[in-house]
């Protein structure tokens, strides 16, 4: 069964810090990794994919196959960043049987 | 753009009660979801259906059961409400097995 951990509960940064949310993964076969943000009071929403190789809103996160972790980070921290993030864990190609989430980093950028 | 709604935003019910969360998605997705989500636990799958009449156990079903009679609908049903129940419930919808889940904006249940 897969499984998707994020290590840290809650991470506090100062605005213009570098930031890095962590999450390692368990799956035997080829996993597909996201990232969710949910700002306050609003719905939860993709931030990005590692199959899209995108950055969004200065995040980007890489697939490390040998360590199983899929890190999102940002060089510089903004206050519009402090939200709940989530990692989450799709079986590449398969079946839909939706997503394993993290239990989720909560995000705090302090001024 | 994909808009999945959930008919309530707030509600609270007692114990014992039957307690019906609806969700409509516009985007003619095959797959829809219900989650729950609380505090230091995550999201937590409770059911999904790939299908209209088809339905799957997800990692946390006991005590709740779905309908989806249409395609564009997903119902979760408490049968007997229980105050351990008390969180908050996402619906998603994906158009595919692998594509993006989009999240409504979630039902805050409480049970008295």
């Known amino acids: 069964a897969q499984r998707v951990t994020q290590p840290e509960k809650l991470l506090s940064v100062f605005k213009g810090a570098p930031v890095e949310l962590k999450c390692n993964y368990s799956y035997s076969g080829s996993p597909e990794l996201f990232w969710y943000v949910q700002y306050s009071r609003q719905r939860l929403q993709l931030l990005l994919r590692?199959?899209s190789r995108e950055s969004i809103k200065g995040f980007t996160a890489d697939l490390n196959k040998g360590e199983t972790s899929f890190h999102l980070k940002k060089p510089f921290a903004q206050e519009e960043d402090s939200a709940m993030y989530y990692c989450?864990?799709?079986?590449?190609?398969?079946?839909?049987?939706?997503?394993?989430f993290g239990k989720g980093t909560h995000l705090i950028i302090q001024p | 753009d994909v808009k999945v709604t959930q008919s309530s935003r707030y509600l609270v019910k007692r114990t014992g009660e039957k307690v019906f969360l609806e969700c409509v998605q516009d985007?003619?997705?095959?797959?829809m979801f219900w989650y729950r989500q609380d505090p230091g636990l995550g999201l937590r799958l409770i059911y999904f259906s790939y299908d209209v009449k088809m339905k799957e156990k997800g990692d946390i079903p006991e005590g709740y059961s779905v309908s989806r009679e249409k395609k564009e609908r997903f119902s979760l049903i408490l049968e007997s409400a229980s105050t351990n129940q008390t969180s908050m419930y996402l619906c998603?919808?994906?158009?595919?097995?692998?594509?993006?889940?989009?999240f409504g904006n979630g039902t805050r249940l409480t049970v008295t």
């Open positions: 998603a919808s994906s158009l595919a097995g692998d594509s993006p889940l989009h």
């Open positions: 989450a864990l799709s079986r590449l190609g398969g079946g839909a049987d939706g997503l394993t």
């Open positions: 590692h199959i």
């Open positions: 985007m003619d997705h095959e797959n």
